[in-house]
């Protein structure tokens, strides 16, 4: 009786193991099969990576198709020029700081289409390369804290990549641009990771509506040059070393049209040159706009500022304001243009001392620094940072 | 128990037949108007969390409701002194927890009432007119709420301490200036002299040692921005919103209730300048 127990068990373990082998579709198995420039069409269902991709092709999938990897390196790797994935979700890559759900290098023109990457160490990596598109993809990495998950999309050393349309949550930075050139980044949504976007070493990106929010930083802009930010929320970066922009050593920017509201810290620019920061809404942050550093040329103009706790904090005179809106100007326009006839005063001593003291900001607005505060603008100061064309009303108000 | 009612009953029935519960009743709704109207009606209201406009309102009750709690209830009590009547008290078979105690809530109860009723009639008014966040006009209302409470003790001992109105309203005046504008420059210049490691804890202390603080601080807390104070204030934020800290500050603001009237107890046993 014991033994046909024993016999009637081994045979089950022996068809259960081969019913799995039998489900077990190798992605590498059907790339192999293929020539350059084919499509192929993968039917609903689970196949097995990893896998590499040499020549050019093109994969779709039709229903729920998964590209499953063993938790072991990048789950698709794409070596070719002209690869195109579409509609698949990719999950399990390992969990190695430079693991990936796909990594493309030595390739051009790689299209990546509504693909899922779940429990990735990173998204997207891209090493090098011109003309690539990542579109409509959604991403998230494995559930640990964000400096132990890797990059959403990484772009290292890329040319005229399109970042378009892709949702990415919890991951490291939300789009890393790493020695990247003419990068287009659009209508993306980036949240709870430590960077939005984040600009390192790279020239010529345009990054416009794009939603940045509840992240450590929305946009965190380092050492490159001819970066524009134009139309995008950035909202929630409401940490203790939230910025919505931070931007160090930083070489022609232009923020424009930009709404950053709820921040820790709306803008901070740190030994940068040529910025400009126009026409934007900043509006609820701790700290709207502050500025550390050697900074040459820092033009900010036509901005809304509402409602921040503190409005500025500038060290150093490289910032020119004109012509912007401040909630807590209170000053009057006699003559109807719609600029107030005294300059807005931004430093006050107390905001200076803030800069030179962190801990005073646990006094800041109670009602010994705001008797101060107005003690002192009865007096005059000395250098303050003004706005000598403060206008009276917000943009769009009669 | 029944004796402090009498006297509350009777110190309510003064109150609600003078003048100055009436005016007080005007300081209260306009400052209710003004908290209210202004969290909703300006181009800031859609920012949530804690505002400019929320911490200069806050300053107006910070600087208004101590002025005036202090200010009243040591001169009623004081002024008692000086017209004999405290002693006519004495003379009485009442003891002088019974007198304190019915004496806070005479006083207590009318203020109460008429910050109830102000705020009250604010937001009924104000909600015909606009869109009003109750969430926040609730909250300005306990803050105003709470700031008389904790000063109304500290009024009474200030009070009995004095041997007439003259010095209560000097004591008055200075104690308010202390606990509302000085209290925070000197621990200001106290932090400058302190290691820097030491800064935290110092300001984390002193906010308990002052009614002003404890509200200010409180509020802001309450308010879900701790934040607000900034990054090296972290480990003071995550203190002060873990049980521990919530104890600590219910623990602190009954003592600025008790013991003050503790103090004014002894006093009154002891028949000080009577």
């Not at chain 2, 202004?38 to 409701?65: C, E």
């Amino acid at each position: 009786m014991k033994k046909i127990l024993v016999y009637i068990i081994f045979f089950i373990i022996l068809f259960y193991e081969d019913s799995v082998s039998a489900k077990e579709t190798l992605l590498q198995t059907i790339i192999d099969a293929t020539s350059p420039y084919d499509t192929i069409t993968l039917q609903e269902g689970t196949y097995y990576g990893p896998a590499v991709i040499t020549h050019p092709l093109t994969i779709e999938g039709e229903g729920d198709v998964i590209i499953q990897g063993n938790f072991e390196g990048n789950v698709l790797t794409i070596e070719s020029d002209r690869v195109q994935i579409k509609n698949v979700t990719i999950r399990q890559s390992g969990q190695q700081l430079e693991d990936a759900g796909i990594l493309i290098q030595q390739a051009n023109e790689v299209l990546i289409d509504r693909v899922r990457l779940e429990d990735v160490q990173r998204g997207i990596f891209i090493r090098g390369g011109f003309g690539h598109t990542l579109s409509h993809n959604k991403m998230m990495s494995f559930p640990v804290h964000y400096s132990k998950r890797g990059n959403g999309i990484h772009l290292l050393n890329t040319k005229q990549a399109i970042v378009i349309n892709n949702n990415i949550n919890a991951v490291q930075d939300g789009i890393y641009v790493d020695e990247a050139f003419d990068t287009k980044i659009e209508h993306n949504v980036v949240k709870h990771s430590r960077y939005g976007i984040h600009f390192m070493f790279s020239s010529n990106a345009e990054a416009h509506h794009n939603t940045l929010t509840e992240n450590v930083n929305g946009v965190m802009a380092m050492n490159s040059n001819h970066i524009q930010l134009i139309n995008n929320e950035l909202t929630h970066q409401l940490t203790y070393r939230g910025y919505g922009i931070l931007i160090y050593d930083m070489e022609s920017m232009r923020i424009e049209h930009n709404t950053i509201s709820n921040n820790h810290n709306g803008i901070d620019i740190q030994s940068s040159r040529d910025i400009e920061v126009v026409d934007n809404t900043i509006a609820g942050n701790y700290v709207g706009l502050s500025s550390k550093g050697k900074n040459e040329s820092i033009q900010i103009t036509e901005n809304d500022w509402l409602a921040n706790i503190v409005q500025t904090k500038l060290s150093g005179e490289a910032v020119q304001l004109e012509r912007n809106y401040w909630d807590d100007y209170k000053g009057f326009d006699l003559t109807g243009n719609g600029v107030g006839q005294l300059p807005y005063e931004t430093n006050s001593t107390t905001t200076d001392w803030m800069v030179k003291h962190p801990h005073l900001q646990f006094y800041f607005e109670s009602p010994a620094f705001n008797l101060w505060n107005t003690v002192e603008r009865m007096f005059n100061r000395g250098k303050v940072v003004t706005d000598e064309q403060p206008l009276v009303r917000r943009k769009g108000e009669q | 128990m029944s004796a402090s009612w009498m006297i509350a009953r009777y110190e309510m029935k003064r109150a609600f037949r003078s003048r100055w519960l009436l005016l007080l009743f005007l300081l209260f709704v306009s400052l209710a108007f003004i908290s209210i109207f202004m969290t909703n009606a300006t181009s800031t209201a859609q920012y949530d969390g804690f505002t400019r406009q929320m911490a200069s309102l806050l300053n107006v009750s910070l600087f208004i409701l101590p002025l005036m709690t202090i200010l009243i209830g040591s001169m009623l009590v004081a002024g008692e002194k000086e017209d004999g009547q405290l002693l006519l008290y004495r003379t009485y078979p009442i003891s002088p927890t019974a007198l304190v105690i019915g004496k806070w809530l005479g006083l207590f109860l009318p203020l109460a009432v008429m910050l109830t009723l102000g705020y009250g009639i604010a937001l009924v008014v104000l909600s015909f007119l606009m869109p009003v966040r109750l969430g926040l006009a609730v909250a300005f209302y306990l803050i105003a709420l709470l700031l008389i409470t904790l000063f109304l003790s500290f009024s009474l001992w200030v009070g009995y301490r004095m041997k007439s109105r003259l010095h209560a309203i000097g004591v008055s005046l200075f104690s308010w200036a202390f606990f509302v504008l000085f209290y925070e420059f000197l621990i200001i210049a106290l932090t400058f002299l302190l290691p820097s490691t030491q800064i935290v804890m110092v300001l984390t202390v002193s906010v308990f040692f002052n009614p002003v603080e404890i509200v200010r601080v409180g509020s802001i807390l309450a308010l879900e921005s701790g934040t607000f104070f900034g990054p090296s204030m972290y480990d003071f934020t995550i203190w002060a919103t873990s049980l521990f800290g919530i104890i600590a500050f219910v623990i602190a603001s009954l003592a600025w209730i008790l013991v003050p009237l503790l103090d004014s107890i002894r006093l009154v046993k002891k028949g000080n300048h009577l």
